[in-house]
């Protein structure tokens, strides 16, 4: 799941997930209300990595982390969230490893070498 609302990020992302695996299927999402919305209605596939964004309009990255906070241990336990930003700012780097569930923090792109290392350290 690409939550993002930069459409030409996620176009860009997609092209990069789809380049490590053609079979990938991919749920880009523009914001984190939606990415709630559809994380909370069961509705399948359900995704095994969330690549979330921190500035985005309505709800950001960190106001969706809340949220995710409060689902579900099982719900969440089941994919891996790796923040993908522009910010490489310390503060936001340290910020997103309080939270036990985000994996780790990566600014953008995401580039076929970044989903390599993901895949070999998360789906192997």
């Known amino acids: 799941m690409l939550i ?3 459409s030409h990020d996620n176009f ?8 490590t695996d053609p ?3 991919i749920i880009p999402m523009n914001s984190g209300r939606e990415a709630l919305e559809y994380l909370t209605s069961k509705k399948d596939p359900h995704p095994d990595l969330i690549l979330l964004d921190i500035n985005m309009p309505g709800m950001n990255g960190w106001e969706f982390l809340q949220e ?5 241990k099982e719900l969440q336990s089941r994919a891996i969230i790796i923040m993908l930003t522009n910010s490489e700012n ?5 910020r997103a490893k309080t939270w036990s569930f985000v994996s780790e923090y990566r600014t953008k792109p995401l580039t076929k070498e970044i989903m390599h290392h993901i895949i ?3 789906f192997t």
Not at 12 to 19: D, G, P, S
Not at 68 to 72: H, K, Q, R, V
Not at 90 to 94: G, K, N, S
């Open 12 to 19: 860009f992302h997609e092209r990069a997930i789809k380049k």
């Open 120 to 122: 070999g350290k998360y």
């Open 4 to 6: 993002d609302d930069n």
């Open 90 to 94: 310390p503060a936001e780097i340290e």
């Open 68 to 72: 995710y906070n409060g689902l579900d």
């Open 23 to 25: 079979e990938n299927i």
